[in-house]
């Protein structure tokens, strides 16, 4: 497994998020990205996840709600990346990914447009 550090992780997601086009970012509400070195047990391969609910699903009653979550896991991603370079693209594409489902963009579709 590389060996890159949690602060330069946290790092690359910043940087990942701030390749979201500025047009999209500013359309981006109520929800925070944090990374974790581990996902659950149960699902110990996964690189992120979303938690929440998509824009395109947001009524009038959604209010005074806690912000919707995307957690990068920083462990599984180091463990399939063989270079910095790997990890650097895994972290974007796992970025993009996890705020198209905040944007109700889902897997099939995320699929087709390259980002497994």
């Known amino acids: 497994m590389l060996d890159i550090s949690r602060e330069r ?10 390749q979201i086009p500025p047009e999209l970012a500013e359309l981006m509400d109520n929800v925070v990205v944090l990374v ?5 047990p149960d699902d110990p ?6 938690d929440g609910t998509p824009l395109t699903e947001r009524g ?3 209010a005074g ?9 920083m462990n ?8 910095y370079e790997d990890v650097v693209e895994e972290v974007r594409v796992t ?9 109700g ?3 099939e579709r995320l699929h087709e447009l390259g980002y497994g």
């Open 60 to 62: 009038y009653s959604y």
């Open 9 to 18: 992780f946290e790092e690359l997601v910043s940087e990942a998020l701030d």
């Open 105 to 107: 963009i889902d897997d």
């Open 36 to 40: 974790e070195d581990d996902p659950p």
């Open 76 to 83: 599984p991603t180091l463990r399939i990346c063989e270079t």
């Open 95 to 103: 970025v993009v990914h996890e705020v198209a489902h905040h944007f």
């Open 65 to 73: 709600v806690l912000p919707d979550r995307i957690t990068i896991f």
């Open 45 to 50: 391969d996964l690189l992120g996840v979303y």
